[in-house]
């Protein structure tokens, strides 16, 4: 009886904490919450004094994809590209912000008129950082090797003959047919120039005749660069740069707030929106690009986006215009398969403009009503966020379209999208420089077969002149995209946040191509 | 003061409730609310998870504005009359979206909360069994699996399952259901070593019998308080999984979808972040605080209002 008395009592009076302390937990979790909140944009926002002003021999820039090792020939990613082609290694040409060829360690060339022979002549007292003297020896066994060993990006030169020397100073390649990529394929992997005769492990060291050497390299984390005492050319700005690594977007904004970089590029263009505000500490750029966000249609028989009706209504049903404004409104509209930096380049989007009445009289017509709608699944990876996935199904809601979304892993894209084939609607950013030829392959995930762009686009690759090039690619893009073989859902532009003493950063294309030779810093007083 | 001694064995309450059938089930529920409800800690939680069910019922038939409406000019918008909570990065509700949310988190958590106590309860039977070898071997099982991370499984799950809801459901079960287990299991011994079972099973009672009418009842106390702490668990990992990208799919509203939208921004649309993370916070604590109060209010031992009650009907 007593135990009962006492556990009744007991109970009666549960004690003055223990009834408070629930309220006080939810406050002080509340108020943690808001204390962290608000404690890291507080923290963030305080560095911006952290740099060693003064100098300005050194500058550090964030970057988003970092390379696992320095193998260029043999490593794919163009992390690799961005920071070691132009700065550690150089080719015969180069490209400028442009994307058109420029000379480098080849102070001219002559093409003959059938456009089979190329004669490169080469700048004279260029020398590897290591001090061996770079000649046409050393370009005809970097080329050899390429070829021989099928480094990474080999293929694009095609229709490559012979490669051989004549003298120190001169370079010839022979092709068994025109091809009018060459040049600018050869400013890519393909035409870096590596010392025949150095030793050094290609993993983590660079042996190169670029402006700048490699001086540190930690894998994934940062690289340090410094000024290659025996360059040919002019020194860089500045001697030292520091590259840093940030995969995680917000440790980046962090980095620039805080001073520890100066540079951050790429950046989400909503995310650089306190820089663009902060006028007096930073500026925001935006450069252009060739990353095409590609709604990929599949045009295989047997699916709903086989009917060009369906393909068509999906291209009017789409607002483009919206997309790029929910994404910070710094991209461009892009109507067909070729982005303005990329030879064949025409203004296409006045071909589909975003029309939903002509959108549900085109599904009419394919025989889709409102009792029998059209369904259909995206299928991409979950890269690239499920915001656009999102607006799609909208959009695409309001002319009737059933639209799932599936947002999978990379690898099940791979598999499922681009081996198998096996989707109705797929979003990739493509974003490779002149990567046109994949609408002339049938067996491409596309499942686009249209002779006449294979014609145009092979007349096109084998022309002798820049011009006729030129306007056979874009008469096979206005096809591809008069017959909706796809949607160009936008024209993704770099978005590059740097403080304002910062000059001579590249803005164009700087994902894969990052020439830092002019890159210069002062820090404010 | 001359009430039967047996009343304090353990087993009493749920014999009381048998005795007096489904009206004085009722009852008994009904003055467990109450008692509930008369503690501070008790009334939050009722009221929280009394909301929580009203929001979901309500967002099946109405949200303040169509989930699937976007706007590309007007994304991360600050609360307004037109959109209370703002709105997320494609224009769409943050309200509405965190309204149907709601649905989502209920069902996963009553569906996660199922397959723990049912994969519990397989356990705590197959521990108190008389089979030794099935009791020694069961524990040693729970023992090793219960060091395997729940994420880790969900990773595992998503494999063949890709992201969905049953990845957090069969994840999170499993997982709780062995803790659940191992908490439950010293109760349970004590009962099933228990001077009543041992005549039960004389009077010819099946295993099966015993385990339902005996050890069930002893354990069911730890077991409510577990359960609702693995419902708290359950909404915190539907939000870690989603961010991870191994539960809801996208385009299924759920706490943690509206989270991990908005956490890319954080630094600057913060509001947007804070939303969903207040409401998980709240719902967390307050299942939580509802398993304490549940057991305090449920159990006769500490709630007098229910021994007294009995005892003034039995008289």
New interface residues.
Partial sequence: ?T??MS??A???K?GGP??????I??VL??AV??AV??G??AA?SRGGGAVDGGAADSVTIGLKLAPTNLDIRNTAGSSLDQILIGNVYEGLVARDSDNKVVPALAKSWDVSDDGLKYTFHLRDGVTFSNGDALTAEDVVWSLDELVSKQYHDADSLKNLETIGASGDDTVVLTLSKPYSQLLWALTGRAGLVFDKDAKYVAKTQAVGSGPYLVKEFKPNTMITLEANPKYWGAQPKTPTVVVRYYAD??AA??ALKSGEVQVLAPI?A??A??FRKDTAKYVVETGEGTDKYVLGMNNAAGHPTADKKVRQAIRYAI?H??????RGGVDKALGGPIPSLDPGYEDLTKLYPHDAEKAQALLKEAGYTKEHPLRLTLTYA?TY???I???L???L?EVGIDL??????FS?WLQDVYTDKDYDLSLVDHNESHDFTQWSNPDYYYGYDNKDVQRLTDEGLHATDDATRDAKLAQAARIVSEDAAADWLLNYRITTAMDKGVTGFPLNMNQTYLPLWNVAYTPAK | ?NRPDR??VPEAPARIAAEHGPRGRLRRAGVVVASMWA???GR?ALVTLGLWILVSLVSLFWTPRSL??????A??AKPSADHWLGTD????DVFSWLMAGSRTDLVIVALTVLVALAIGLLLVAAMTSRAAALAHGSVVLIDALISIPTVLIALMLAVPL??SVAVIVLACGFGYGLNLARVARPSAMLAARSMYVESARADGASAMRVFATHIVPNVMPTLVVQCSLSAGTAVLAEAGLTYL?VGV???VPSWG?SLS?SV?????Y?LT??WP??LV??VV?ALN?FGDALR?AADP????RL?GDDGHRRR
Avoid: C
């Fill in positions: 009886m135990t009962d556990l009744a007991k109970s009666k549960p223990r009834k408070a302390a629930p309220w937990g939810v979790v509340v919450l808001i909140v608000f890291v944009r963030a977007d917000n904004v962090n989400g909503q995310l929106e306190p607002d215009d919206q997309l790029i404004a929910a979950n966020g499920s915001e996935g999102d607006q199904r909208s959009q809601k799932k979304v599936n947002v999978v892993e099940t | 003061m009343r304090r503690h501070g800690a939050f699937w409406e976007t706007n590309g000019y994304v991360w990065g494609v224009g769409a890709g992201a990208g799919p996208s385009g979808h939208t890319r921004f954080i630094n600057i913060p972040v804070l993370g207040l916070t709240v604590v605080l305090e031992l500490t709630n007098p021994r």
